[in-house]
């Protein structure tokens, strides 16, 4: 086990071995703002440096400083000894470094195999030679197992799709250090698991790998070192078969894991959202059922989490409670109001809103502040006639902002300027202004440090206490089993078991979410409610 009293100074005067990339003394100054302070950091050839910290503690700005993104306030970098000076993303690829950023920068309106190829074609008599471009493509693809057809839109690909795609498009290129930030939140586990087999198969050929996740356990799996920053500072680095979760925890947050979430209330009131053999199709594939024949009851004042694997339904049941996706049969009912046909804005209205999963896609207006986008979906509170009351609107935004406690520099701040746990807390403060009386949340964590969500957490848990139904969803079974009053699991489309989180373990939780059903889709399509709308312009 590493010391946890080991200091960044003592650690970073150690002599690594085969060090491919270095940083000296670091700094990056925004304004007034210090994101890095004077820091060191190493990487070795042929390993996996697991850089782990809170949102906001730096992590992204070095890895941006190394990619060419960013430059040092002061400070240098260097390869193979040498100092070198990224003047851009396209100029570190040059020298062997690339990255794979967090929030996806794909062209959704261009093919796969466009997507991995642009800005560096492959050209035959000056010209593109688009079938060289396919033909490689499909073979990183299959190396990924993700047989995809290079000719689809990546706008037409699922969210980890797409990540697999910016994957195999920095595996295309001629790499010796590969920065991946959060490449795994959102593939499911048999894609982390390929994911995992090409790095090891990456590092073996003497690639090095800078990996960032907020999932602590992939860190301690195929990590070889872990590299802790905390408010731009290193605070702690040791070989990864010397620390565990909670020495990790520890220099992260200053506190044990046992302490992130926050003590549910378990005294629910009166049921509050009623779902009754909800049918949903999967929106990729129509002639299939993503959900099938679902019930389930939210009270007042409760938190239910709902924990499925991915393609469990999870996201497709909770958008149609939102509006999102027409019901094919079923009833929602959310106290004494009939919502199976009613539209998004309706159901708002009537006091049900949804905290989508992908928050860059479906949560956010990058081109406009932090303020607008968390006053966007009740801007009709501010409204007086022909004219928006700003005042009121602004004093509105304060007051969320600091109950979901967002660190800004203030409401005209740029949303992109914000850490992605931050920029979640926004999106969760905008579905708070519309008042809700159910507070729907899809993956609510993910890509966030612990501190974040331990932040998360208790707002929802001061919600519930409000007399709020909470219902959200998660792959994370640590989430479930401490963060919830009930636990509903899903698996194929179905709720196999409802558990008490106080008593049920991470193995009941993984076979309820792993069982074998039939296929039935014939019987739930048989009880679709012919009455029910079938198609989104329904809604």
């Not at 990456?202 to 799996?221: F, P």
């Not at 800004?408 to 746990?421: F, H, K, N, V």
Request: proline fraction near 4%; glycine fraction near 8%; aromatic fraction near 2%.
């Amino acid at each position: 086990m590493a010391n946890p009293t080991q200091t960044a100074a003592e650690t970073a005067t150690q002599t690594l071995p085969d060090v491919v990339l270095r940083a000296r003394a670091v700094t990056k100054v925004y304004g007034g703002t210090h994101a890095l302070r004077g820091v060191d950091f190493d990487v070795r050839r042929g390993h996996v440096t697991a850089l782990i910290g809170e949102n906001g503690a730096g992590k992204s700005t070095l890895m941006k400083i190394l990619a060419g993104v960013e430059q040092p306030t002061t400070g240098t970098i260097e390869l193979d000894g040498a100092p070198v000076s990224f003047a851009s993303p396209a100029d570190a690829v040059a020298h062997g470094v690339a990255i794979i950023h967090q929030e996806l920068s794909l062209c959704p309106n261009l093919s796969i195999a466009d997507n991995i190829f642009v800005g560096r074609e492959r050209l035959r008599g000056g010209f593109v030679d688009f079938a060289r471009q396919r033909e490689a493509t499909r073979a990183l693809l299959d190396h990924l197992e993700e047989p995809l057809d290079p000719n689809t839109l990546v706008g037409d690909l699922r969210l980890g799709q797409q990540q697999l795609v910016e994957i195999a498009r920095a595996l295309s290129e001629d790499t010796r250090v590969l920065i991946m930030d959060e490449p795994t939140s959102a593939l499911s586990a048999a894609e982390v698991h390929v994911l995992f087999r090409v790095i090891r198969e990456l590092t073996a050929r003497g690639v090095s790998i800078i990996y960032i996740s907020h999932h602590l356990d992939e860190c301690l799996e195929i990590a070889d070192t872990a590299v802790i920053l905390r408010d731009g500072q290193l605070v702690a680095q040791a070989p990864m078969s010397e620390v565990d979760l909670r020495w990790i925890v520890a220099q992260m947050v200053g506190r044990d894991e046992s302490a992130l979430f926050a003590p549910m209330p378990h005294d629910p009131g009166e049921p509050l959202l009623q779902v009754d053999d909800l049918i949903v199709a999967d929106p990729d594939s129509p002639e299939r059922l993503a959900v099938r024949g679902v019930s389930l009851t939210v009270h007042a004042g409760e938190v239910v989490g709902v924990y499925g694997l991915m393609g469990a339904g999870r996201t497709e049941m909770l958008e149609a409670l939102a509006g999102r996706n027409a019901a094919l049969g079923g009833r929602i009912r959310l106290g004494d109001v009939d919502l199976t046909r009613a539209t998004v804005a309706e159901r708002i209205d009537a006091g049900l809103v949804l905290v989508p999963e992908d928050r860059q896609r479906d949560g956010l207006v990058q081109a406009l502040s932090v303020g607008r986008n968390m006053a966007l979906a009740a801007v009709d509170r501010f409204v007086r006639g022909a004219f928006l009351r700003r005042g009121q609107e602004r004093a509105a935004v304060a007051d969320v902002a600091a109950q979901v406690r967002v660190k800004t520099a203030g409401q005209d701040a740029p949303i992109g300027s914000l850490s992605g746990g931050n920029q979640q807390k926004v999106v969760i403060g905008r579905a708070l202004l519309t008042r809700p009386r159910l507070l729907v949340l899809d993956e609510p964590t993910r890509g966030i440090d612990v501190g974040a969500k331990a932040d998360i957490f208790a707002l929802m848990a001061a919600e519930a206490r409000k007399g709020i139904g909470v219902l959200f969803a998660t792959s994370e079974v640590g989430e479930v089993l401490h963060a919830c009053d009930r636990i509903l699991v899903m698996a194929r489309g179905r709720i196999t078991a409802e558990l008490d989180p106080r008593q049920a373990d991470r193995e009941q939780l993984m076979a309820a979410s792993d069982v074998t059903l039939p296929d039935d889709a014939a019987g739930a399509s048989a009880r679709i409610d012919t009455d029910a709308p079938t198609t989104p312009e329904d809604h």
